[in-house]
């Protein structure tokens, strides 16, 4: 038996089952219950898929230490020195200054 952390989690059991028939003989079988299916349970948690990346050796959804200081020093001025928060009217596409973020091109919403 064996419990995957992978996706919303499942339960494996790996056996062997005797074969259709009047013979005594058995193969190998495998029963996979996803945790979805369990009437009244709950998938896994979000953290349940990080710690089987740890336990698979997947650093994919990891910064490595130098891409998390790379971040820092792009974030750092904005925390240093943030700006003000600009006004704009409720039920808007947002304030008119926001329109130039995306020059020389526009926005594909809200124009």
């Not at 979000?46 to 998390?68: K, Q």
């Amino acid at each position: 038996m064996s419990f995957s952390l992978a996706g919303t989690g499942e339960v494996d059991l790996s056996l062997l089952a005797k074969q259709p028939g009047i013979a005594d003989e058995l193969e190998p079988a495998r029963v996979a219950l996803p945790l979805t299916s369990v009437q009244d349970a709950d998938p896994l948690p979000p953290y349940s898929r990080l710690i089987h990346d740890v336990l698979v050796g997947d650093r994919a959804l990891f910064t490595r230490p130098d891409g998390l200081s790379a971040a820092w020093k792009a974030v750092q001025p904005l925390l240093d020195t943030p700006s003000r928060p600009i006004s704009y009217p409720l039920g808007s596409w947002g304030p008119a200054k926001a329109r130039g973020l995306a020059a020389p091109h526009t926005w594909l919403l809200g124009q």
